[in-house]
């Protein structure tokens, strides 16, 4: 139904202008041409303007869960069960590492504040060996 509708529309431009060069003059297509790619124009600039919002909005929700996550495996590291274990410590490194990338990545093409949080990792290297 969609393709239908902008090819009626499209045609009605074309017919429009035709009549309009016919009645009046080129001058006058000219203007109503230069009226319908400014509108266009305008268009466009609106939907880009909104696909950026809500890729900035989806990227910022992306953020979140990775930090949820992070604090999710530092939750179970500090469990009795696990601490010490290396590969959850690799997993938590790792994590980290990404979530880094992701900032940086913010900070490059978006306009969203970031919080940076510091690096814990040598903090808990350094329990780990005085054990």
Do not use: W
Request: proline residues 2%.
């Amino acid at each position: 139904m969609r393709p239908v509708i902008n090819a009626v529309i499209i045609l009605s431009v074309i017919l429009n202008g035709a009549l309009l060069i016919y009645l009046f003059s080129a001058l006058s297509f000219f203007l109503f041409a230069s009226i319908v790619i400014n509108v266009l124009l305008v268009l466009y600039a609106i939907n880009s303007v909104r696909l950026k919002n809500e890729l900035e909005n989806d990227l910022e929700a992306l953020y979140e869960e990775m930090g949820a996550f992070t604090d999710h495996l530092d939750n179970i590291h500090s469990l009795e069960m696990y601490y010490g274990d290396q590969n959850l410590q690799n997993l938590i490194s790792h994590s980290r590492q990404l979530i880094n990338n992701m900032v940086d990545f913010q900070l490059s093409y978006s306009n969203a504040e970031v919080e940076i949080e510091p690096d814990t990792d040598k903090e808990e290297e350094t329990t780990e060996t005085e054990e």
